[in-house]
């Protein structure tokens, strides 16, 4: 139980292009979602916290319409990097939780991001 | 501001070898600490945790314990298996908040 997934697992794209990333809770309604990204041989660091129905919050530090976050529903948030850079590159992971399942927060597999 | 520092991998041993890999963190107050492990392919789990100092966290052979002396969360296991081979992260977070905040990953390799 408590599974989530997220899509793709890894994508590719130019420069200037935007990108989504799917972050799905399968068999539980996730009230709270995150988002973390990860550059290599460095630390999980959390980007923004999103509830579901109202805006996320972000990190200090992290550009709130560089980086688009939507929690529509009780099972989906997804992440979009809009204008992406070579820089921003790197590993998202998201986790959710829910209130009926306690504090513990579970994490999906993660999506590599590379633009060229 | 917090942090957690863990040791760099990989952590390579033979099956059946004592595991110890360090995790020491910087926070104010008394923060919950955390050990995630990260098989291939998969996400993040919670392996175990501690609440409050000198609280031993156990799970699968696991164990750490909350030191603030030393503000320390080593992670032990006395028999390590081919099957624990995987990412092992620290992590920590205040009171009453979801925040975690990450060591970089400890990458362990168990070989038969």
């Known amino acids: 139980g408590a599974v989530v997934s997220q899509h793709p697992s890894r994508v590719i794209c130019k420069s200037g292009t935007s990108v989504k990333i799917e972050c799905r809770s399968l068999?539980?309604?996730?009230?709270?979602m995150f988002w973390y990204r990860q550059f290599p041989k460095q630390s999980l660091m959390l980007m923004a916290t999103s509830n579901e129905g109202s805006k996320a919050t972000y990190e200090q530090g992290v550009e709130k319409d560089k980086f688009l976050i939507n929690h529509a529903s009780l099972t989906l948030s997804t992440l979009t990097v809009t204008s992406a850079h070579p820089e921003d590159s790197s590993f998202y992971i998201c986790?959710?939780?829910?209130?009926?399942?306690?504090?513990?927060?579970?994490f999906g597999p993660g999506t590599r991001l590379l633009v060229l | 501001g917090d942090s957690v520092t863990q040791m760099e991998g990989p952590v390579t041993l033979s099956e059946e070898a004592f595991l110890t890999i360090n995790c020491t963190y910087t926070?104010?107050?008394?923060?919950?600490l955390f050990w995630y492990v990260q098989y291939p392919g998969e996400g993040l789990q919670l392996l175990l945790k501690a609440t409050k100092a000198d609280d031993k966290g156990s799970n699968k052979g696991f164990e750490a314990t909350y030191r603030k002396e030393t503000t320390s969360f080593h992670l032990e296991k006395g028999s390590v298996q081919v099957s624990d081979s995987a990412v092992y992260f620290c992590?920590?977070?205040?009171?009453?908040?979801?925040?975690?905040?990450f060591g970089t990953g400890t990458r362990l390799q168990v070989f038969p």
């Open positions: 068999d539980f309604q996730a009230t709270t």
């Open positions: 926070a104010t107050g008394y923060p919950s």
């Open positions: 986790s959710a939780k829910s209130l009926r399942l306690g504090e513990t927060q579970y």
């Open positions: 992590a920590l977070s205040q009171y009453n908040t979801d925040k975690l905040i």
